[in-house]
Each structure stands twice: as structure tokens, then as C-alpha cells.
């Protein structure tokens, strides 16, 4: 078995571990759909959540905040954080160069203005994998077969609204990357 199996078996707690597959799953069936790396999307999935299981307690979390010099808002929010640390933990500790794959797992939670097409397969599967049960994620998960674009900016505003309403922790990044989205919806509307 892979060390990133063995790590997350005895790591994560068993829906998380599902959750991670079904990302899995969904990120290498559309990386089959759009041409993308499917062992780039495999690996990016296994390794997204990695900081979510029992090793990173909040106290490890924002340890590694400051020890890799990530931004400070990061601090004590374990949502936003966790995508960030892993993608460090990766560089620098488990011998993992490759920037797509890096950066799929820094923005899973949020994406950024500008991602690359393995960067949205990463964040869509993690909105919509077939496990999630919130109102709407099967629509999203349908619609990213089709129209990748149009699945992150569904997946955007569900969890800008999300965060509001639940008066969670929101990065400043989620909204950008919306924002980024909808101006390429806006022209590619202008432009028939
Ligand atoms: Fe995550
Ligand atoms: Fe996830």
C-alpha cells in the first residue's frame, strides 16, 4: 500500500477517509472528461485532506502556519488552514515538486483567480463528490461533467453563502476566485 493510504487509514476517521476517495473517484473520471493528468488529480485527491486528521490538532495547525510563514489570518481556522499547511507539508517533507499539484491542494478550499484546470477537477470533486449532502451538491456534481466553469462558480457562491449565514470563517480568496468566474461567465456570454 502507498504511504498516503497507510497515512490516511491511520489518520482520518472513517467518513473523512470516504469522502477523501470520493473526491478520488470524481477528480479522476473528470480528468478523464476534460484531458487532464488523472495521476496528478489521483494524488492531488488523496493528499487534499491530509491535514484534517487526528496528527493536526488546531495547536499543530497553527504551528505550522507560523513555521512555514503563512499568512497570519490563517490562525486559528482550521477550515481555511489546512489545505495550505498540506501543500507545505508535501514540498517540503514528502518530496512532492510538482506546482499543479501543490497549488490543487493550497486552493481546494477556496481556488484563486487564475486556476489551472487541475486546480478546479480538485475543488468541484471536494464540492461534489457523490458523499456531501448539502442542497445542491448533486447539481453541482452533475453540471461539472459538462461545464467545469460554471460547477466552481455554483460551488463558489453555495459556500460564500454557507459561511454567511453560518457566521463561519470566510477567506477573501473564495470571493476573488467568484468574482474571477463570473467575469469569464459575463464574456463568454458577451461573446455568444
Ligand atoms: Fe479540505
Ligand atoms: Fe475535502
Redesign the pocket.
Known amino acids: 500500500m502507498d504511504y498516503i493510504d497507510e497515512y490516511l487509514k491511520n489518520n482520518l476517521k472513517p467518513s473523512r477517509l470516504d469522502h477523501t476517495y470520493n473526491v478520488r473517484d470524481l477528480a479522476v473520471k473528470l480528468a478523464d472528461i476534460y484531458g487532464a493528468d488523472r495521476d496528478k488529480a489521483e494524488k492531488a485527491a488523496l493528499y487534499?485532506?491530509m491535514c484534517?486528521g487526528k496528527d493536526f490538532t488546531d495547536e499543530k495547525l497553527n504551528e505550522c502556519v507560523i513555521r512555514f510563514g503563512l499568512d497570519r489570518k490563517y490562525l486559528n481556522k482550521s477550515?481555511l488552514s489546512?489545505?495550505k499547511v498540506a501543500a507545505k507539508i508535501m514540498e517540503s517533507e514528502l518530496g512532492i515538486t510538482d506546482r499543479d499539484i501543490l497549488n490543487a491542494v493550497s486552493y481546494?478550499?477556496t481556488g484563486r483567480p487564475g486556476m489551472s484546470l487541475l486546480e478546479k477537477i480538485i475543488f468541484v470533486s471536494?464540492a461534489g463528490e457523490p458523499g456531501r449532502t448539502y442542497e445542491g451538491s448533486d447539481e453541482i456534481r452533475e453540471t461539472a461533467f459538462t461545464d467545469i466553469d460554471k460547477a466552481c462558480l455554483m460551488a463558489l457562491e453555495k459556500t460564500i453563502a454557507y459561511v454567511k449565514s453560518s457566521g463561519g470563517d470566510l477567506d477573501e480568496d473564495s470571493v476573488y476566485t467568484r468574482d474571477w468566474f463570473m467575469k469569464m461567465e459575463k464574456e463568454r456570454r458577451e461573446n455568444g
Open positions: 487534499h485532506d484534517k477550515a489546512h489545505g481546494h478550499t471536494d
